[in-house]
């Protein structure tokens, strides 16, 4: 449920990232549900399932980063997923170093019709933005790969971010606890276990900081990740 949840909440940002997490994990399911009949009991299978997800949880943490070391925000990361996803569809090379301003004028371009209430209802302004999208592949020598799919793809992430925008804004305001907040636990969690006192990273919020997903370390070994609420953690000055 907390790997579903990580999904889902990247989803709202980078809707190709979302969506490419959520078909491994369900490949891990099916694999784990169509075990044969004489290993359902057997402790090593599913340890190595537990293991997997646990894998790529870390995997899309990871990801959820990787943006930084682009030097880019996480709405160019999106458009850049697009085009590099499509260049490794159509079998094409387009070097990082012109994929990365590419990801950031594609980024301009939306953000100039998106700017508009109900851009994304309006044919006049989605045919705007498709011929503009269309001159600005062409310009950057982007191989001419079914124009129409680049659209889509595009315009999909557009308005997905866009749709979620104004939520994640909230989000910010509620939460006087931000991600990479260093906090510590104010009562046991004895299940974990982890006793009142211990120290993590704050690595996700949820929707209007209803929980906190927090990385709990000891002499630079991860403890636990664990969702929390507001109440179990204070902020570290």
């Not at 949840?5 to 997490?21: S, Y």
């Not at 169509?34 to 299978?45: H, Y």
């Not at 190595?48 to 990871?62: G, H, P, Q, S």
């Not at 569809?89 to 939306?110: G, N, R």
Request: net charge negative; charged share 40%.
């Amino acid at each position: 449920k907390l790997l579903a949840k990580a999904i889902d909440e990247i989803r709202k940002v980078n809707k190709m990232m979302g969506v490419d997490f959520s078909k491994r994990m369900q490949s891990l399911v099916e694999k784990y549900n169509e075990r044969k009949e004489s290993d359902v009991l057997r402790g090593e299978v599913l340890e190595d399932f537990t293991n997997e997800i646990i894998d790529l949880y870390y995997a899309l943490r990871k990801e959820k980063e990787s943006f930084i070391e682009l030097g880019i925000d996480f709405e160019e990361k999106a458009f850049y997923d697009i085009l590099k996803t499509l260049a490794i569809k159509y079998d094409f090379v387009y070097p990082d170093e012109k994929l990365i301003p590419l990801a950031q004028k594609v980024k301009d371009v939306v953000d100039d019709k998106a700017k508009y209430t109900d851009w994304s209802k309006s044919d006049d302004i989605k045919a705007e933005l498709k011929a503009d999208l269309i001159i600005l592949l062409a310009e950057s020598d982007y191989p001419p790969v079914d124009r129409d799919e680049v659209y889509k793809e595009i315009f999909e992430q557009a308005e997905n971010f866009k749709k979620y925008s104004k939520q994640r804004e909230e989000e910010k305001i509620i939460s006087d606890i931000k991600e990479h907040d260093i906090v510590s636990l104010k009562e046991d969690l004895l299940k974990i276990p982890l006793i009142a006192g211990a120290i993590g990273t704050v690595v996700h919020i949820y929707p209007d900081a209803k929980a906190y997903e927090v990385e709990f370390t000891k002499a630079d070994k991860t403890q636990a990740v664990v969702t929390v609420s507001r109440r179990q953690i204070k902020k570290k000055n």
